[in-house]
Structures are given as structure tokens and as C-alpha cells.
């Protein structure tokens, strides 16, 4: 038996606002599938971020139909989760990917956890927020009682761990069930196989170059996905790297060689297929802004699809172009998180942290709805005799400490 693991594909992301990007998403999401049914495996999993919006473009939905009946035709299924991206977070939402169901899609929900694969058991959840941190962690008590009964089985989450994700992550890796023989992870875009109990833990990493902090894992383990042969004494798991449509090039000049130093690249882009994106880092720089950035979009524009420059002025970093277009630039969401520890209180500040990724993007329906969800779980929810919602927060002596009316 014999499966491929993918994740993070963002299919309709239009990067840095350029639809050749866009395009690049969708070329490499193809080639994969070829790849995949090249592999001659028996079945897909697919562990979330399949559409980088909850929203996707007609594009993105034909560009996911396409792969999917290839992989109809060859007879091979595809079981999936949503991620973070392929749903908006309110009570009710569906993912896009419901529209494919009937023609193969294998969606693993809150409602429908798991399915049988021959005698492989898998079994998964969507994304769940930090906010609903205890409900995951129920629910993942749940799924590992049934993988009990079962001698093959198969976890697939889309969720960050706190030993592999540094910054905001929604579970410990003591929340893991431990009796999983393969976890298909999928969140963080790095490449990670890990022993974990009696299997393997791994992100197989996004498909693409989703943001330019990921370009060091893309030099070290590229971007692809994994194959996984459950037959036999040992499991194997092998990672495949795919070529990327497009080079991402990073590159430090000194400004003394700068006349050198672009001639240098203009001779290893010239032939390319694809133009590339451009990180340039200009150092001990002595002269006019304006006239530097002129004179590398006059030598280099032609040739690359974007030029990205820093330049480094008496040990001063000038960022032209990478504070308007990376959205972690200037890191808001750290220096939120770094005052917030003032308060100890985890629940607190995963709230707010999730209300700044939705207000950010101006989802003011889909804060509401989080802010509700917050209370109903945080709080008894009882109503007076017109109907109104009034909270409740009992301490263990039955009294009640707080309440109020939700607005």
C-alpha cells in the first residue's frame, strides 16, 4: 500500500500581486499530479491550505478540478482537510472543497473524521484556531480511540506544534496521540520528517515558494511532496522534490563592485525561461538612493519578473520595496504577542491574536462570530426572559463570579 502526502499547494495566491505568480502555483500543482500518478500510488492526502482564500477565483477551482479528475482517471482517491486559509473561521462555514465531492473528493470534517482505505484507517480534522484549543485536543483523544481497532492508520492535521513552530502555534507536542503510524501534518511550508511515537511526523512543506523567509529550507530540501510505503517490515517515506516554475535569487553586493556584480547576474538570468525574482542586498552604499535603484531596474528590469532591494547605508537598512509587499515586514504580530505575555493568559492572548489576523484583512463578520465562539466556550450561556444571551462563569463552589450581557 502505497500513498502520496502533500500540503499548502495555495492554489489562486497571486504573489506579490503578479499574475505570472499565480500561474507558477498552478503549473507546479500540475506537474505534481503527474508526478504523483507516475508514483503509482493508491491514494492522495492532502492536508490543507489546498486554496490560499476561503474565496478562491474561478481560476484556482479549475486548476484543482483539473488535477483532481487525473487523478480520478488513473483511480487514484484523494482524502482531504481544510487549512487555515480554506476556511473562513465562523460557525457554519464550508470549505470550497466541498464542491468537489462528487467528483471524488474525500473531505475529512468535524462530521465525517475518518475513513477506511482498504484496511488503512485515516482519520483527521480541519484547522482548528488556539482559541479551540481543548475541543482539538478532545477530538484528537476521539480519533485516537478508534485508530486502536486498527493495524494501519493515518493522522492528517493542519495545525502548528510547539517544538516546530516557533512563533504562534495551536498544540504541544504532548497533544499528539502517539499511536498513529503516520502523521500528515501540513501548516508549516519547511520540510519536517520526524520519529514520533511508533511512526513518522511530517510536513512535506508548501509546493511552492509562499514566502521569501522559506527560500533557505527550498536550497537545502526544495519544495515536492512525500511518498509513503506502508508494506513491508519498516515503513518508507520518501520525499520527492519538484522543480519551482521560477528561481528566487538572493544576492549580497557590495557597492564598490555594484557595475561587476549586476553584469555577474545579468550573465546567470539572461537564459533563463522564467524571468526571477530579484532579493538584492546592497551594502556600504555612499550615494544617491534614487540614482541606484534607476540604475539596477534600468540594467536588471528586462530580465526579472521583480527586483526586491535593501540597501545598506552607513549601517542603515533601506528597504524600497520588501516593506510594502512582505506582510511580515514590519512583524506587528510579535511585538502583539511580546505584550500581551504581561497578562498570563494563553487563551486571552491566542483571542486576541487571532482577532489581528482576521481585522487585518477587514473580516469584521468573521471576528464577531470568533469573539461569540470565545464566550460560548469560556462561559455558561443562559438567557433571561426576553431572549437575551447572559453569561455565566461559575467558579467550583457553584457562585457566580461574572456576568453580563453579550453584545
Known amino acids: 500500500m502505497k500513498f502520496a502526502h502533500l500540503a499548502d499547494t495555495h492554489l489562486g495566491y497571486r504573489q506579490f500581486g503578479l499574475l505570472e505568480r499565480e500561474k507558477d502555483f498552478y503549473e507546479v500543482f500540475d506537474k505534481i499530479i503527474d508526478k504523483i500518478i507516475e508514483e503509482k500510488v ?87 484556531p488556539a482559541s479551540q484549543n481543548k475541543n482539538l485536543k478532545s477530538k484528537l483523544d476521539e480519533l485516537s480511540k478508534k485508530a486502536e481497532n486498527h493495524e494501519k492508520s493515518i493522522l492528517v492535521l493542519h495545525q502548528g506544534i510547539d517544538k516546530y513552530f516557533n512563533l504562534q502555534y495551536e498544540l504541544e507536542i504532548g497533544d499528539i496521540p502517539d499511536n498513529f503510524d503516520y502523521y500528515a501534518l501540513g501548516h508549516i511550508h519547511n520540510y519536517i520528517c520526524d520519529d ?54 538572493v544576492k549580497t553586493i557590495d557597492y564598490r563592485n555594484l557595475g561587476a556584480e549586476i553584469d555577474s547576474i545579468k550573465n546567470t538570468i539572461k537564459d533563463f525561461d522564467k524571468r526571477p525574482i530579484l532579493n538584492l542586498k546592497i551594502n556600504n552604499i555612499d550615494s544617491n538612493l534614487g540614482e541606484i535603484y534607476e540604475f539596477i531596474n534600468r540594467e536588471l528590469g528586462d530580465l526579472a519578473l521583480m527586483i526586491r532591494p535593501t540597501f545598506n547605508v552607513l549601517d542603515r537598512e533601506v528597504d524600497v520595496d520588501a516593506i510594502i509587499n512582505d506582510e511580515n515586514a514590519l512583524r506587528p504580530k510579535e511585538l502583539l504577542i511580546d505584550e500581551l505575555k504581561e497578562y498570563d493568559s494563553e487563551d486571552v492572548n491566542n483571542l486576541a491574536v487571532e482577532l489581528y489576523d482576521l481585522l487585518s484583512k477587514n473580516k469584521t463578520e468573521e471576528s464577531e462570530d470568533l469573539i461569540r465562539q470565545f464566550f460560548n466556550e469560556k462561559y455558561n450561556i443562559i438567557r433571561d426572559d426576553s431572549g437575551e444571551e447572559i453569561t455565566e462563569n461559575k467558579a467550583e463552589d457553584g457562585q457566580v463570579r461574572f456576568s453580563g450581557a453579550i453584545q
Open 42 to 128: 493508491d491514494f492522495v492526502i492532502h492536508s490543507g491550505d489546498l486554496f490560499d482564500s476561503a474565496r478562491p477565483s474561478p481560476s484556482a477551482l479549475l486548476a484543482f478540478q483539473k488535477g483532481l479528475l487525473k487523478l480520478k482517471g488513473a483511480g487514484i482517491p484523494m482524502y482531504a482537510i481544510a487549512g487555515n486559509h480554506d476556511i473562513v473561521n465562523r460557525n457554519g462555514a464550508i470549505p470550497p472543497q466541498v464542491l468537489f465531492k462528487k467528483f471524488g473528493l474525500k473531505l475529512i470534517s468535524p462530521i465525517n473524521t475518518n475513513y477506511m482505505h482498504d484496511d488503512v484507517f485515516i482519520a483527521g480534522l480541519p484547522f482548528y
Open 196 to 249: 514520533f511515537g511508533n511512526g513518522k511526523l511530517v510536513y512535506p512543506g508548501s509546493t511552492e515558494t509562499w514566502n521569501v523567509s522559506e527560500l533557505i529550507d527550498l536550497k537545502k530540501n526544495g519544495k515536492g511532496f512525500i511518498v509513503v510505503d506502508l508494506d513491508g517490515p519498516k515503513m518508507n517515506v520518501k520525499r520527492v522534490a519538484m522543480d519551482i516554475p521560477r528561481e528566487f535569487i
